[in-house]
């Protein structure tokens, strides 16, 4: 079975420019989550979704930073306009909805903004 | 300050010593998860512990779950190469679907 898809794998871009991030959760599973990785500050959750509805956006950082799941097989992370603070790994993860239920992480964006 | 505090937050041993890895709160969760996080790929479920008390065991592996549902344990016994990694705690406050993450456990076996 395929498993979560995030492209692109690397991305290296210079500030001011306008990112997307893409992700294709497992199909079946009606959760999204999007996260951000870093060194200093570990694992954090973006925003997630359920059913295609955004249901928490409190770790979005900034108004620079939007996300949209038009449809339950695809989601977008945009940022717009990129700063170098945001160079960062980008997880995308799906699970079924439920209580337990493990999330299944894609390979992640590495973001780097010069 | 993180929710979930892990430490240490980095172990070197050599193979076939014992290590473990303690995930602290001061809030209560209603399950706990622990992955595994490998160079260049995302983190892997290893166990869902949800019941306070609990203990679940994966081959080497030994995970707890306290009693007060605030704190948990992994031991890792006669660690291999294979184990490096990064580890994550994961705590879900109510039975839904929304994790806090630990800031991670590196793990480094040497052979």
């Known amino acids: 079975d395929a498993g979560v898809i995030q492209s692109p794998r690397h991305e290296v871009t210079e500030m001011g420019q306008e990112v997307t991030l893409r992700c294709k959760p497992i199909?079946?599973?009606?959760?999204l989550f999007w996260y951000r990785q870093t060194m200093m500050r570990g694992l954090e959750l973006l925003i997630y979704?359920?059913?295609?509805?955004?249901?928490?956006d409190s770790g979005m950082p900034e108004d620079r930073f939007s996300a949209k799941m038009p449809n339950a097989s695809f989601s977008t992370l945009k940022i717009q306009p990129s700063e170098p603070r945001d160079s960062a790994v980008y997880f995308c993860?799906?699970?079924?909805?439920?209580?337990?239920?493990?999330?299944?992480f894609g390979d992640g964006t590495r973001l780097s903004i010069l | 300050t993180q929710l979930l505090e892990q430490s240490p937050q980095f172990l070197s041993i050599q193979e076939g010593e014992n290590l473990t890895v303690y995930c602290n709160s001061s809030?209560?969760?209603?399950?706990l998860q622990w992955y595994r996080q490998e160079p260049g790929e995302g983190p892997v479920l290893l166990v869902t512990?949800?019941?306070?008390?609990e203990v679940k065991k994966l081959k080497r592996l030994t995970f707890q779950f306290g009693d007060a549902r605030k704190d948990s344990s992994l031991h890792i016994t006669a660690a291999q190469p294979g184990d490096t990694g990064l580890y994550l705690c994961?705590?879900?406050?109510?039975?839904?679907?929304?994790?806090?993450f630990g800031g991670g456990t590196r793990v480094l076996v040497k052979p």
């Open positions: 993860a799906s699970s079924p909805t439920g209580g337990y239920q493990p999330q299944h």
């Open positions: 512990v949800v019941t306070g008390g």
């Open positions: 979704f359920n059913n295609n509805v955004p249901i928490d």
């Open positions: 199909s079946g599973h009606n959760s």
């Open positions: 994961a705590g879900a406050i109510t039975a839904g679907n929304k994790l806090t």
């Open positions: 809030s209560v969760f209603s399950s």
